[in-house]
């Protein structure tokens, strides 16, 4: 029986996670195999359930490919060529779950890059009013950053992440009183193993709040807004930032020249997000100030503005604890009925990355695509990105996803 439920779990993978009469609601949770205490199920990826204890297996599979035009005059500028390529941009597995409703925990690797490299491996108490997390995860900083990149409208977040911290070893407290989030924490800025970088590493406060105004019809009409801020100590005194043109594939397009006497660094975020049915806007600012011994105290920003419409009766998701957006479940998935044809949503979005106060330049991007849901497990991004550098050229980036979550 066990496995058959190996056999079966990816079948109802591309299916969307419901019983073939069942017009593949992703809501159900079919019983796969289950004994003595102990039960697997299936929704949206493979659950456990046994005396206290539950959890969940899941992971992502997501591969890129992508034409980048030739420009000489950016070659000369970056000093390396643009080359087309294909990537497994991420590929990861995940145990995740519950100890008597109090008790998480997730650990979760990635081996897109050829080893084993932790992403989130955490513990915490939960289900209070206060809860507390620690371990290696994400930095409260910024919707998008929070967002998880199995939700995100496009390939890449914007421009302006690079200022995002993401993923650092510490301790949070968190919140998610009836329409608001909060969390805030202590961090010191660690490597692909949650080790600190350096022995001098210090360590950085960071914080976020949420208010959703409304959020009605489940989701279908909200309004979102936040703030975030970090103070941090660059590890070694050294700070740079590089970023590419919204594409992994591409060569960082732009740089900072490297601040090697950085007291500290202070961020401050701006987010906001609107739901109306079928429809979407999003945006973000994010500002850098760096203190420094020996120079004028540069001041770094970014921010984008999307939006999304779907030409489907679908809608995006929203994750109401975590003040973020979550799974799309297409109200008509592949292979569930006939002449389903899942959900189909158009992008466009436009973002910019400012390093004009070191003299480092300024880049561009304007991106539109569609987006193919197949099942809630499945989807397909097709998108064109225009990356400008200013005062030196364009060129156009036509790139590709095919993605499996579970």
């Given at each position: 029986m066990?496995?058959?439920?190996?056999i079966?779990?990816?079948?109802?993978?591309?299916?969307?996670?419901?019983?073939?009469?069942?017009?593949?609601d992703p809501?159900?949770?079919?019983?796969?195999?289950?004994?003595?205490?102990?039960?697997?199920t299936?929704k949206?990826?493979?659950r456990?359930?046994?005396?206290?204890v539950?959890?969940?297996i899941?992971?992502?599979?997501?591969?890129?490919?992508?034409?980048?035009?030739n420009?000489?005059?950016?070659?000369?500028?970056?000093?390396?060529?643009?080359?087309?390529?294909?990537?497994?941009?991420?590929?990861?597995?995940?145990?995740?779950?519950?100890i008597?409703?109090?008790?998480?925990?997730?650990?979760?690797?990635?081996?897109?890059?050829?080893?084993?490299d932790?992403?989130?491996?955490?513990?915490g108490?939960?289900?209070?009013d206060v809860?507390?997390?620690?371990?290696?995860?994400?930095?409260?900083?910024?919707?998008?950053e929070?967002t998880?990149?199995?939700?995100?409208d496009?390939m890449?977040r914007?421009?302006?992440?690079v200022?995002?911290?993401?993923?650092?070893?510490?301790?949070?407290?968190?919140?998610?009183?009836?329409?608001?989030?909060?969390a805030?924490?202590?961090?010191r800025?660690?490597?692909?193993?949650?080790?600190?970088?350096?022995?001098?590493?210090?360590?950085?406060?960071?914080?976020?709040?949420?208010?959703?105004?409304w959020?009605?019809?489940?989701?279908?009409?909200?309004l979102h807004?936040g703030?975030?801020?970090?103070?941090?100590s660059?590890?070694?005194?050294?700070?740079?930032?590089?970023?590419?043109?919204?594409?992994?594939?591409?060569?960082?397009?732009?740089?900072?020249?490297?601040?090697?006497?950085a007291?500290?660094?202070?961020?401050?975020?701006?987010?906001a997000?609107?739901?109306?049915?079928?429809?979407?806007?999003?945006g973000?600012f994010?500002?850098?100030?760096v203190?420094?011994?020996?120079?004028?105290?540069p001041t770094?920003?970014g921010?984008?503005?999307q939006g999304?419409f779907?030409?489907?009766?679908?809608?995006?998701a929203?994750?109401a604890?975590?003040?973020?957006?979550?799974?799309?479940?297409?109200?008509n998935?592949?292979?569930?009925e006939?002449?389903?044809?899942?959900?189909?949503?158009v992008?466009a979005?436009y973002?910019?990355?400012?390093?004009?106060d070191t003299?480092?330049g300024?880049?561009?991007?304007?991106?539109?695509?569609?987006?193919?849901?197949?099942?809630?497990n499945?989807?397909?991004?097709?998108?064109?990105i225009?990356?400008?550098?200013?005062?030196?050229?364009?060129?156009?980036?036509?790139?590709?996803r095919?993605?499996?979550?579970?």
């Amino acid at each position: 029986m066990f496995t058959h439920a190996l056999i079966l779990g990816p079948v109802l993978l591309l299916g969307g996670g419901g019983d073939p009469g069942s017009g593949g609601d992703p809501d159900l949770e079919p019983t796969l195999f289950q004994g003595t205490g102990l039960s697997w199920t299936w929704k949206d990826g493979l659950r456990y359930k046994a005396s206290g204890v539950e959890g969940k297996i899941g992971g992502r599979i997501q591969h890129d490919v992508a034409y980048i035009g030739n420009n000489s005059a950016l070659e000369s500028a970056l000093g390396t060529p643009l080359e087309d390529g294909s990537e497994f941009r991420r590929s990861r597995i995940y145990f995740s779950g519950e100890i008597q409703d109090h008790l998480e925990y997730k650990v979760q690797y990635d081996f897109a890059g050829g080893d084993a490299d932790f992403k989130d491996a955490y513990l915490g108490l939960t289900g209070y009013d206060v809860n507390v997390r620690f371990g290696q995860f994400k930095e409260p900083f910024s919707l998008e950053e929070i967002t998880s990149s199995n939700y995100i409208d496009f390939m890449e977040r914007s421009l302006a992440n690079v200022f995002a911290p993401a993923r650092s070893t510490g301790v949070m407290v968190h919140g998610a009183p009836d329409g608001w989030t909060w969390a805030a924490g202590l961090f010191r800025d660690s490597n692909s193993y949650g080790d600190a970088l350096g022995a001098d590493a210090e360590w950085n406060a960071t914080g976020r709040v949420t208010w959703t105004p409304w959020n009605q019809d489940d989701g279908q009409d909200l309004l979102h807004v936040g703030i975030s801020a970090s103070f941090r100590s660059p590890a070694g005194d050294t700070l740079s930032l590089s970023q590419r043109p919204e594409s992994h594939i591409a060569p960082s397009f732009l740089a900072t020249t490297p601040i090697t006497d950085a007291e500290d660094a202070t961020l401050l975020g701006f987010e906001a997000a609107w739901v109306l049915g079928q429809f979407s806007l999003q945006g973000e600012f994010i500002q850098m100030d760096v203190s420094s011994t020996s120079m004028s105290d540069p001041t770094f920003n970014g921010f984008y503005v999307q939006g999304s419409f779907f030409l489907t009766e679908d809608h995006k998701a929203y994750d109401a604890k975590r003040g973020a957006f979550g799974r799309v479940k297409p109200n008509n998935p592949m292979w569930s009925e006939d002449e389903a044809c899942g959900a189909w949503e158009v992008k466009a979005r436009y973002s910019n990355l400012d390093f004009t106060d070191t003299n480092d330049g300024e880049l561009n991007d304007i991106g539109v695509g569609v987006n193919w849901y197949l099942t809630s497990n499945t989807k397909v991004m097709l998108e064109a990105i225009n990356a400008d550098l200013d005062n030196v050229d364009n060129t156009m980036i036509v790139q590709c996803r095919m993605q499996v979550t579970f």
